[in-house]
């Protein structure tokens, strides 16, 4: 891939370039991919078959952004985990969403923002094993600390869903 590509992937098309909170404006990237996903539901018969699209979607998304992190780390930004890669952020939000099937633009709405949300505070405070994650070599870092944020907040947001939903 080009220079110019891998960097328009890192940054979400330059959400991860804005000088204030480019994290949390990355995150507002995956809205639209979700918003994507919550539509190509209608195609799927049934949920397993969904989730099960879901899921393979988000381990191909997984693999995208650890190559283009590395690559962005390595010939782009040339230091460790720059804050303009946002790609991982957009991850880690589709993440705390899988499982999650609002019906609806009510319960869309409200998964979008419990999921930013949850997503945000697991990223932000990097709790347990989240913190150490982040020091694997090759953009693996860079990406599984929000993919292991993700994962924590989907738990999370299933049992929200579960009783509330």
């Given at each position: ?146 993919f292991l944020a993700g994962v924590i907040g989907n738990?999370?947001?299933v049992c929200i869903w579960t009783i509330f939903f």
């Amino acid at each position: 891939m080009k220079k110019k590509t891998i960097k328009n992937l890192a940054t979400v098309f330059g959400l991860g370039d804005l000088p204030v909170a480019p994290g949390t404006f990355g995150t507002l990237g995956g809205i639209p991919i979700y918003i994507g996903l919550v539509f190509l539901k209608k195609i799927f018969p049934n949920n397993m078959i969904y989730n099960s699209f879901y899921f393979m979607f988000l381990m191909t998304f997984f693999a995208i952004a650890v190559y283009v992190s590395d690559r962005a780390e390595k010939e782009i930004y040339k230091e460790k985990d720059p804050q303009a890669v946002v790609i991982d952020e957009v991850l880690g939000f589709l993440t705390t969403l899988f499982l999650i099937n609002p019906v609806g633009f009510f319960e869309t709405s409200m998964a979008i923002i419990l999921g930013f949300i949850i997503f945000r505070f697991f990223d932000i405070t990097k709790l347990g094993p989240i913190y150490k994650s982040q020091f694997f070599g090759n953009g693996v870092g860079v990406v599984l600390d929000d993919f292991l944020a993700g994962v924590i907040g989907n738990f999370l947001m299933v049992c929200i869903w579960t009783i509330f939903f």
